[in-house]
């Protein structure tokens, strides 16, 4: 007679095993050697609705719980806060009726960010209440024109320049003096800075002369670029608009004109202050009337409108708009001066040369200057509600002296970054936060309706409402288009093989010339047509111009520029019957990251979009417990995709990532559901779980790979709703169904979740066991850490205690006791001490051993009904001499979570022992 003792351990389903193994486990954890009952967790409190999402926003002083309910049918959501308190009355509703079903929340310090499939909403906590700012809005127009034009002109009088600039101060010695070609040009070029300064010093109310006439002034003397964007609360800039090409009113080319008067003579190379000769490499002077020879030099003040008052409800988020400005574009300036004019002496005496542009044109690369103009500088910021009250103000005002001395330092202020996405609404499947940064992926963009008519209008320029000489007036129509009629934008965009149109509108308020600046645009390079429509009010529809966009070599836009610089007219006469409307167009990007600037999840920088493999993004996670508001780490950023698992380095700065990694496991995941823990992270593959650690990917579940032999035992109605028996399903066909996995960091386990099961599995990382698990758990409450919270229904528990009686059950895989022969059974016992055994569905707790000789058909051997109560150790009793190859042994019942279970005692013998026999 052989007595054995019987390790019990956990689930198997491997062709080799040991004896211990279990079939079927319920209940049960393994710890020190012995089995332990899991009861159930506590029950902390009744919430008062079921939610789909549960989160708590947290901070240092405070905690609040946000509930998500998602109305699938209707397309919408909607949020509450304060859901875990014990009076429904207190629940606060935080916003109903959400376009969009919510994928994920999350939250960077006071914010948290709700995020759909198709936008990303945004919501404050501030002054003991959350504001609910929704998307970030489109930008606010400011309008453009050209407030006024200032004119100079200097008089080469012996003495001075007219206001008292001294001649001598550019012109070393007496003008008769013969002059090298490069004195004279540095010469000519001196006066004409005078004159600028001039203006400049009389905008700004400072020379002695005039100061208070308002007659004169001006700060800009050549075309430049403006752009401006919504200024954010850490001072970044997002949703940029178009880039407005500013011309002066006049003609850029007469901005800088001479005005000769001269004796009479022959045909001379005239140059600014008189006739003059070329001598060798001399430049003669001589013969001409000082008095009234002049240089004109004009000065141009843009005007702008705005009125930010509509961004107030938007405070704290948004502080207001920056305005930037390019260097000038390089036309009127003094290197393209052309200092030596022809004019032809009639010989009249007191000849009096025409009046000559000193830039007689375009220079030659000038368009490649403009076209290419990438570099914006801050100059001015408008803070929230400031409104310039309808109509224009000087750009800069002459009080605006901080303005003004940003101009002039131009290259040393901060630059604009270009910006390829927020003017689109963006929206993605999963989100992550780490490092202070919001992470998205799997990620839908739709692309942005276009710029209204404001944004690159130009209007009521001053004088005579013209821009760059030409004057406001549409071909072939009235000049005024009457208030109350639509201008409608459609824009033609193409992604790869896609095309779509997009539409904007905007209705004007008054009679109005469509006068445009020389440049239109949309925010990204696949657009490529725009086409300007009017709707008049009678509902006739006009096609009023057509424009081939083309791609900008730097900036994300593409445009449409008039070669000569003059605005963009309209022709009507074009009736449509349909335009198309509402439009819209999208694209999906499964394998793209986008990653926010840090503490800023508003920004996406372009240097942080990020391609990740060919597939499509499943989930995102790193070695850090998920806690979003002090989610640190160098830990690299796991990116799970259908092809595989991508390691991302942390990287530097501004940079989120450095260097992706080629896939760590190149099993790819078939969820995407994952599970950070210390150790690593947990994903699901289609033969289990894995974890990845670094570039390290270990296969977790292999103990349970492969599918389970399915056992046929025979039962009887004493065993129902007593013994539990969970060993028929494979664990593969379980993670078919999986819906979540958490970190039990009390008891350093894995749970593992199917909502359309009775039971979970736990994975016990202390010795690599598993077990199966009754008690309910249908979401887990986000942002908890370091606490576990769960709940089940309407029930929040707390993963920290386990509460009451559990109803365990066990049924060992068959027992070989270390042959494969026929083994005589004559007794068993369980070694435990059960505490409080009792019924379970008013069925007494039992004991049963089940025999086989084929291994799969188990025969019901002997069955023992349990008295409730305390036991020390369970004796089956003798067998009667049972003969048999294998045997199972169950026990099943509800007891105290004191009871430990300690390991199978048996008594058998084999059955040939005459070696003869055998």
Same mark, same amino acid.
């Given at each position: 007679m052989k007595r054995a003792q019987t390790e019990l351990k956990g689930i198997t389903t491997t062709s080799i095993y040991e004896d211990g193994d279990m079939y079927s486990l319920v209940n049960l954890r393994r710890k020190g050697g012995a089995l332990h009952p899991v009861a159930p967790h506590v029950a902390e409190r009744e919430l008062c609705s079921e939610y789909d999402i549960y989160f708590i926003h947290k901070n240092e002083d405070w905690e609040h719980w946000i509930g998500v309910i998602n109305d699938t049918e209707n397309n919408s959501s909607d949020v509450f806060w304060n859901i875990n308190v014990l009076d429904c009355g207190e629940v606060k509703e935080l916003k109903l009726d959400i376009e969009g079903v919510i994928n994920s929340v999350e939250q960077n310090g006071n914010m948290l960010i709700f995020i759909t499939d198709d936008t990303i909403y945004y919501a404050l906590f501030r002054n003991g209440d959350y504001v609910w700012y929704g998307e970030l809005p489109d930008l606010i127009p400011i309008e453009w024109n050209c407030y006024e034009e200032r004119e100079i002109y200097t008089n080469a009088t012996s003495g001075e320049l007219r206001r008292g600039i001294s001649y001598s101060d550019y012109f070393e010695g007496a003008i008769n003096s013969e002059l090298t070609l490069e004195q004279f040009t540095e010469n000519t070029q001196a006066v004409i800075n005078g004159a600028r300064g001039w203006l400049t010093s009389d905008y700004l109310g400072s020379s002695s002369y005039n100061k208070n006439s308002g007659e004169f002034g001006g700060i800009f003397f050549d075309s430049f670029f403006i752009r401006y964007a919504y200024r954010l609360y850490d001072d970044t800039n997002v949703k940029l608009s178009p880039p407005i090409l500013v011309m002066p009113a006049s003609d850029i080319l007469d901005l800088l004109r001479v005005n000769i008067k001269y004796g009479t003579g022959k045909i001379y190379s005239v140059g600014i202050f008189g006739r003059t000769k070329l001598t060798g490499t001399y430049v003669s002077i001589d013969n001409f009337d000082s008095s009234k020879s002049l240089l004109f030099q004009k000065g141009f003040i843009p005007g702008m409108k705005y009125d930010l008052s509509s961004l107030s409800a938007y405070e704290g988020l948004i502080k207001g708009i920056d305005i930037f400005i390019s260097p000038y574009v390089g036309i009127s300036t003094i290197d393209n001066i052309n200092t030596r004019l022809i004019v032809e002496d009639d010989g009249a005496s007191d000849y009096v040369g025409k009046e000559i542009r000193l830039i007689e044109a375009f220079p030659g690369d000038m368009m490649k200057n403009v076209t290419e103009m990438a570099s914006f500088y801050l100059v001015k910021s408008i803070d929230l509600g400031e409104t310039t009250g309808g109509n224009y103000t000087p750009f800069p005002e002459k009080t605006d002296s901080d303005t003004i001395k940003n101009i002039v330092n131009l290259v040393h202020k901060r630059q604009l970054e270009d910006d390829t996405r927020s003017a689109h609404k963006i929206g993605a499947k999963k989100s992550y936060t780490y490092n202070r940064r919001l992470h998205l992926a799997d990620i839908k963009t739709t692309y942005f309706n276009g710029f209204i008519r404001p944004f690159f209008g130009w209007d009521k320029s001053s004088p005579d409402w013209t821009y760059n000489g030409f004057p406001a007036y549409v071909i072939g129509h009235q000049p005024d288009i009457p208030a109350g009629t639509e201008v409608i934008i459609e824009v033609d965009i193409e992604r790869g093989s896609s095309q779509g149109k997009v539409y904007s509108s905007y209705v004007l308020t008054e009679d109005l010339n469509l006068v445009h600046s020389a440049m239109i645009s949309y925010p990204d390079i696949?657009?490529?047509?725009?086409?300007?429509?009017?709707?008049?009010?009678?509902?006739?529809?006009?096609?009023?111009? $057509?424009?081939?966009?083309?791609? &900008?070599?730097?900036?994300?836009?593409?445009?449409?520029?008039?070669?000569? %610089?003059?605005?963009?007219?309209? &022709?009507?006469?074009?009736?449509?019957?349909?335009?198309?409307?509402?439009?819209?167009?999208?694209?999906?990007?499964? +394998?793209?990251?986008?990653?926010?600037?840090?503490?800023?999840?508003?920004?996406?920088? #372009?240097?942080?979009?990020?391609?990740?493999? #060919?597939?499509?993004? %499943?989930?995102?996670?790193?070695?850090?417990?998920?806690?979003?508001?002090?989610?640190?780490?160098?830990?690299?950023?796991?990116?799970?995709?259908?092809?595989?698992?991508?390691?991302?380095?942390?990287?530097?700065?501004?940079?989120?990532?450095?260097?992706?990694?080629?896939?760590?496991? %190149?099993?790819?995941?078939?969820?995407?559901?994952?599970?950070?823990?210390?150790?690593?992270?947990?994903?699901?593959?289609?033969?289990?779980?894995?974890?990845?650690?670094?570039?390290?990917?270990? /296969?977790?579940?292999?103990?349970?790979?492969?599918?389970?032999?399915?056992?046929?035992?025979?039962? $009887?109605?004493?065993?129902?709703?007593?013994?539990?028996?969970?060993?028929?399903?494979?664990?593969?066909?379980?993670?078919?169904?999986?819906?979540?996995?958490?970190?039990? #960091?009390?008891? +350093?386990?894995?749970?593992?979740? +199917?909502?359309?099961?009775?039971? #979970?599995?736990?994975?016990?990382?202390?010795?690599?066991?598993?077990?199966?698990?009754?008690?309910?758990?249908?979401?887990?409450?986000? +942002?908890?850490?370091?606490?576990?919270?769960?709940?089940?229904?309407?029930?929040?528990?707390?993963? $920290?205690?386990?509460?009451?009686?559990?109803?365990?059950? /066990?049924?060992?895989?068959? %027992?070989?006791?270390?042959?494969?022969?026929?083994?005589?059974?004559?007794?068993?016992?369980?070694?435990?001490?059960?505490y409080g055994i009792k019924k379970a569905s008013d069925k007494n707790p039992i004991v049963i051993t089940h025999y086989s000789n084929d291994g799969r058909n188990f025969i019901a051997s002997k069955g023992l009904l349990i008295k409730e109560g305390n036991h020390k150790d369970v004796d089956t009793g003798m067998y009667g001499r049972t003969k048999f190859r294998q045997y199972t042994f169950s026990l099943a019942g509800i007891c105290g979570q004191d009871t430990i279970i300690e390991f199978l005692e048996s008594e058998i013998a084999k059955e040939y022992e005459n070696t003869k026999m055998r």
């Amino acid at each position: 007679m052989k007595r054995a003792q019987t390790e019990l351990k956990g689930i198997t389903t491997t062709s080799i095993y040991e004896d211990g193994d279990m079939y079927s486990l319920v209940n049960l954890r393994r710890k020190g050697g012995a089995l332990h009952p899991v009861a159930p967790h506590v029950a902390e409190r009744e919430l008062c609705s079921e939610y789909d999402i549960y989160f708590i926003h947290k901070n240092e002083d405070w905690e609040h719980w946000i509930g998500v309910i998602n109305d699938t049918e209707n397309n919408s959501s909607d949020v509450f806060w304060n859901i875990n308190v014990l009076d429904c009355g207190e629940v606060k509703e935080l916003k109903l009726d959400i376009e969009g079903v919510i994928n994920s929340v999350e939250q960077n310090g006071n914010m948290l960010i709700f995020i759909t499939d198709d936008t990303i909403y945004y919501a404050l906590f501030r002054n003991g209440d959350y504001v609910w700012y929704g998307e970030l809005p489109d930008l606010i127009p400011i309008e453009w024109n050209c407030y006024e034009e200032r004119e100079i002109y200097t008089n080469a009088t012996s003495g001075e320049l007219r206001r008292g600039i001294s001649y001598s101060d550019y012109f070393e010695g007496a003008i008769n003096s013969e002059l090298t070609l490069e004195q004279f040009t540095e010469n000519t070029q001196a006066v004409i800075n005078g004159a600028r300064g001039w203006l400049t010093s009389d905008y700004l109310g400072s020379s002695s002369y005039n100061k208070n006439s308002g007659e004169f002034g001006g700060i800009f003397f050549d075309s430049f670029f403006i752009r401006y964007a919504y200024r954010l609360y850490d001072d970044t800039n997002v949703k940029l608009s178009p880039p407005i090409l500013v011309m002066p009113a006049s003609d850029i080319l007469d901005l800088l004109r001479v005005n000769i008067k001269y004796g009479t003579g022959k045909i001379y190379s005239v140059g600014i202050f008189g006739r003059t000769k070329l001598t060798g490499t001399y430049v003669s002077i001589d013969n001409f009337d000082s008095s009234k020879s002049l240089l004109f030099q004009k000065g141009f003040i843009p005007g702008m409108k705005y009125d930010l008052s509509s961004l107030s409800a938007y405070e704290g988020l948004i502080k207001g708009i920056d305005i930037f400005i390019s260097p000038y574009v390089g036309i009127s300036t003094i290197d393209n001066i052309n200092t030596r004019l022809i004019v032809e002496d009639d010989g009249a005496s007191d000849y009096v040369g025409k009046e000559i542009r000193l830039i007689e044109a375009f220079p030659g690369d000038m368009m490649k200057n403009v076209t290419e103009m990438a570099s914006f500088y801050l100059v001015k910021s408008i803070d929230l509600g400031e409104t310039t009250g309808g109509n224009y103000t000087p750009f800069p005002e002459k009080t605006d002296s901080d303005t003004i001395k940003n101009i002039v330092n131009l290259v040393h202020k901060r630059q604009l970054e270009d910006d390829t996405r927020s003017a689109h609404k963006i929206g993605a499947k999963k989100s992550y936060t780490y490092n202070r940064r919001l992470h998205l992926a799997d990620i839908k963009t739709t692309y942005f309706n276009g710029f209204i008519r404001p944004f690159f209008g130009w209007d009521k320029s001053s004088p005579d409402w013209t821009y760059n000489g030409f004057p406001a007036y549409v071909i072939g129509h009235q000049p005024d288009i009457p208030a109350g009629t639509e201008v409608i934008i459609e824009v033609d965009i193409e992604r790869g093989s896609s095309q779509g149109k997009v539409y904007s509108s905007y209705v004007l308020t008054e009679d109005l010339n469509l006068v445009h600046s020389a440049m239109i645009s949309y925010p990204d390079i696949d657009a490529k047509k725009m086409v300007f429509y009017l709707k008049y009010q009678s509902g006739v529809i006009e096609r009023v111009g $057509s424009f081939d966009l083309i791609e &900008h070599e730097f900036l994300n836009i593409a445009y449409f520029i008039n070669d000569d %610089l003059r605005p963009i007219y309209l &022709h009507f006469g074009d009736q449509v019957q349909d335009i198309g409307l509402p439009g819209g167009f999208s694209y999906k990007s499964p +394998n793209e990251l986008q990653v926010s600037e840090t503490n800023n999840p508003l920004r996406m920088t #372009n240097d942080n979009i990020l391609t990740v493999g #060919n597939g499509r993004i %499943l989930a995102l996670g790193s070695n850090v417990m998920n806690v979003a508001n002090w989610n640190y780490g160098t830990y690299p950023l796991y990116v799970f995709t259908t092809e595989g698992v991508y390691s991302l380095k942390v990287g530097d700065g501004d940079i989120a990532y450095s260097v992706i990694i080629q896939p760590a496991s %190149l099993e790819a995941p078939v969820s995407d559901v994952i599970c950070q823990t210390p150790a690593g992270v947990i994903f699901a593959i289609a033969r289990g779980l894995c974890i990845i650690n670094g570039t390290r990917v270990d /296969f977790l579940s292999r103990a349970i790979e492969e599918a389970p032999v399915k056992l046929n035992f025979q039962t $009887s109605p004493e065993t129902n709703g007593v013994w539990l028996n969970y060993g028929v399903e494979s664990f593969m066909a379980y993670l078919k169904g999986l819906t979540g996995m958490l970190y039990n #960091n009390y008891k +350093n386990e894995l749970v593992v979740m +199917n909502n359309s099961k009775d039971y #979970n599995w736990i994975l016990a990382f202390d010795d690599m066991s598993f077990y199966t698990t009754t008690e309910k758990i249908e979401h887990v409450v986000q +942002n908890s850490f370091p606490d576990l919270k769960v709940v089940a229904g309407t029930n929040l528990l707390d993963f $920290s205690k386990e509460e009451g009686d559990a109803h365990i059950s /066990f049924t060992t895989r068959p %027992l070989l006791y270390g042959t494969q022969d026929v083994k005589m059974m004559e007794r068993i016992l369980i070694r435990a001490t059960i505490y409080g055994i009792k019924k379970a569905s008013d069925k007494n707790p039992i004991v049963i051993t089940h025999y086989s000789n084929d291994g799969r058909n188990f025969i019901a051997s002997k069955g023992l009904l349990i008295k409730e109560g305390n036991h020390k150790d369970v004796d089956t009793g003798m067998y009667g001499r049972t003969k048999f190859r294998q045997y199972t042994f169950s026990l099943a019942g509800i007891c105290g979570q004191d009871t430990i279970i300690e390991f199978l005692e048996s008594e058998i013998a084999k059955e040939y022992e005459n070696t003869k026999m055998r």
